[in-house]
């Protein structure tokens, strides 16, 4: 790996951060066995109401949950997470990404990605500082940076994603800022991507594209945060490699989540990167709410271990195809109503659609006044533009949990609605001539 100054990524007030003693007996705890500890402030699992706890799975197994293993679930665990869980998705993360240097490398739990992208962002982030953003970009990172006032430097996508010539051309426009003015203006020292189905635009990444955007970064010393929610909710025919599989300077924070594929109620999610960066979003959590839920560690675990790595694979794949259905009877609806009032790119992950409304310059009022009395939800596209205020004509709509019939019938809604628009767009047009 590339010899990072990781310093200069981690802001002042992180910086100050120090370990609990307490945490870190904890972590000993479970590392040692044969230790007698009065140490460590843990209630005595005794005074526990819970004596079994049994899952019943859609194949007809049983997850059961008793014993030391369930005295285990109900207790304190060490922050990084609860360890069999640890050490499984590690193994995971290895076999499908194959990361480089993975001895430089080291892995955190986290309550979902969002968590961890929030740390991560906190733990980097000054007061002002610029930030690189796809945009659109998911709305979860805008709200994470809004309290610091950050820079959003957005970098228009296509539809295979953020645009890597678009990128060096904000890198290099900032550049010339920096050396002819200085002052005020700073180098960003962070992108934020949505590589695979992004949300809400719907693109994957092809892989000549990432190693491009992982060079790029390369040259312009900026540490990549990689939010990968869909990575197995791509309907490619081949999976597109994750940039920490390119990571060989060690300057990717990568950050997954079982939430789409197992269940967001869990909070199940996991960040990999450098060794010193996981270490402080560590001491973040400590300092924090001590380590994610280890309930939803255990029963995770217990399913892992109960599949095993081909199954779980398979129930990806399933979940996969099953999306893909939905993304397909979902563009044949616009096509059988919007066609000709909007335009769109087919998706190829996640669960988003991203359209563009011809002849309304701007959504809002349309789809948050006049659009919800018809009674159609939809999200202004306005919701994920790096600069939110500005007018415009996308919209977001989500096809992964509304039944077949009511996708049908919301799209035909929302062409009358656009219709009654440029209705009522030509009227105030004529009123004022």
């Known amino acids: 790996m590339a010899n990072i100054d990781y310093s200069y990524f981690i802001s002042p007030h992180a910086s100050r951060r120090r370990p609990a003693l307490t945490r870190e007996l904890t972590k000993r705890a479970y590392a040692v066995k044969d230790t007698i500890s009065l140490a460590e402030g843990m209630p005595n699992e005794v005074t526990f109401p819970f004596e079994k706890m049994q899952i019943s799975l859609k194949d007809g197994s049983t997850l059961t949950l008793q014993g030391q293993q369930l005295n285990a679930a109900l207790q304190y665990i060490p922050t990084q997470g609860y360890p069999p869980l640890v050490k499984t998705l590690k193994e995971f993360t290895q076999r499908v990404h194959q990361p480089p240097n993975w001895q430089d490398r080291e892995l955190l739990v986290t309550n979902g990605s969002q968590d961890g992208i929030s740390k991560s962002i906190e733990l980097c982030i000054q007061e002002g500082e610029p930030i690189l953003v796809q945009n659109p970009l998911y709305t979860g990172t805008e709200i994470v940076l809004k309290p610091y006032k950050a820079e959003l430097l957005p970098v228009d996508h296509d539809e295979f994603g953020m645009s890597a010539q678009k990128l060096v051309n904000v890198l290099e426009d900032r550049k010339a800022k920096y050396t002819e003015e200085g002052g005020g203006w700073k180098m960003p020292k962070l992108l934020y991507v949505n590589p695979t189905g992004s949300n809400p635009a719907g693109t994957t990444m092809p892989a000549e594209r990432r190693k491009e955007i992982y060079n790029i970064c390369c040259k312009y010393n900026i540490l990549i945060l990689e939010d990968d929610p869909y990575c197995f909710m791509h309907f490619l025919d081949e999976n597109p490699p994750s940039f920490l599989s390119l990571d060989t300077e060690g300057r990717v924070l990568r950050f997954d989540s079982l939430s789409k594929v197992l269940s967001s109620g869990l909070r199940m999610g996991w960040v990999t990167g450098p060794k010193q960066i996981i270490a402080n979003i560590e001491l973040h959590i400590q300092s924090s709410y001590l380590h994610s839920s280890t309930l939803s560690q255990v029963i995770t675990e217990n399913l892992f271990q109960a599949w095993g790595y081909d199954k779980f694979m398979e129930h990806l794949d399933f979940v996969r195809k099953y999306y893909r259905a939905r993304r397909d009877l979902t563009v044949d609806s616009m096509e059988r109503h919007l ?49 939110p205020t500005k007018a415009c004509n996308y919209i977001r709509a989500s096809y992964s949990k509304a039944a077949p019939k009511q996708i049908e019938k919301a799209m035909k809604l929302l062409a009358e609605l656009i219709r009654e628009e440029h209705l009522l767009l030509r009227r105030k047009l004529e009123n004022c001539t």
Do not use: N, Q
């Open 339 to 387: 066609k000709g009032l909007c335009e769109w790119t087919v998706p190829t992950g996640g669960m988003f659609v991203w359209i563009k409304v011809h002849g309304v310059s701007d959504v809002y009022d349309m789809l948050m006044s006049r659009g919800l009395k018809k009674g159609i939800t939809f999200v202004p596209g306005h919701a994920f533009m790096a600069d």
